[in-house]
Antibody, heavy 125, light 107 residues
Framework: EVQLVQSGAEVKKPGESLKISCKGS????????IGWVRQMPGKGLEWMGIIYPGDSDTRYSPSFQGQVTISADKSISTAYLQWSSLKASDTAMYYC??????????????????WGQGTLVTVSS | DIQMTQSPSSLSASVGDRVTITCQAS??????LNWYQQKPGKAPKLLIY???NLETGVPSRFSGSGSGTDFTFTISSLQPEDIATYYC?????????FGGGTKVEIK
């Protein structure tokens, strides 16, 4: 069974650093991209970026480039999202998701097929 | 970046009603469009991929159509368990950006 299990809720102060995790199991972790999605309180879903754990190729949404760092440790099937200096506006639920899909005759279907349970990050002084 | 405009942002309908949500892309995305359902306090769930393909296990009352820039998501007969927020999502190379969401409530 494919599972993505995220680390627990965090309460931090502005200026602090943070690294949250997403551990994959039940599939070949190095063969699928893992994406991160932000959901601010009462708001919609925002795609932050994506990483290929096989070679750590990483792409960021322009909105999040330079604001966060996405990484992965394939030896323990875990992807990470980290901040070096949190702001109150980083308060949100963060989801990781596996980018699934398939290709036929060079045309590929792409979607997030499995999701983590979410990690709530609260930044408050 | 490709922008996705979803409408309406919310709607209220009766059980059994036909519900339609639209999503418009800022440029041609062929059929690279997915639909997700998010219930309160839960992670999103894939319902439709490639604009019109129903994900395995998803009830047939859900459907999607469209290509290019204009897409439609339909619930043919709204059920109480369909109360959720629905999001479209396009994929362009490695970016998977979402529409703003449509909150569906029971009247």
């Amino acid at each position: 069974e494919v599972q993505l299990v995220q680390s627990g809720a965090e309460v931090k102060k502005p200026g602090e650093s943070l690294k949250i995790s997403c551990k994959g199991s039940g599939y070949s972790f190095t063969s699928y991209w893992i994406g991160w999605v932000r959901q601010m309180p009462g708001k919609g879903l925002e795609w932050m970026g994506i990483i290929y754990p096989g070679d750590s190729d990483t792409r960021y949404s322009p909105s999040f480039q330079g604001q966060v760092t996405i990484s992965a440790d394939k030896s323990i099937s875990t992807a990470y999202l980290q901040w070096s200096s949190l702001k109150a506006s980083d308060t949100a639920m963060y989801y990781c998701a596996r980018r699934g899909g398939y290709c036929t005759n060079g045309v590929c279907s792409v979607y997030f097929d499995y999701w983590g349970q979410g990690t709530l990050v609260t930044v408050s002084s | 970046d490709i922008q996705m405009t979803q409408s309406p942002s919310s709607l209220s309908a009766s059980v059994g009603d036909r519900v339609t949500i639209t999503c418009q892309a800022s440029q041609d995305i062929s059929n690279y469009l997915n639909w997700y359902q998010q219930k309160p306090g839960k992670a999103p769930k894939l319902l439709i991929y490639d604009a019109s393909n129903l994900e395995t296990g998803v009830p047939s009352r859900f459907s999607g159509s469209g290509s290019g820039t204009d897409f439609t998501f339909t619930i043919s007969s709204l059920q109480p368990e369909d109360i959720a927020t629905y999001y479209c999502q396009q994929y362009d190379n490695l970016a998977l950006t979402f529409g703003g969401g449509t909150k569906v409530e029971i009247k």
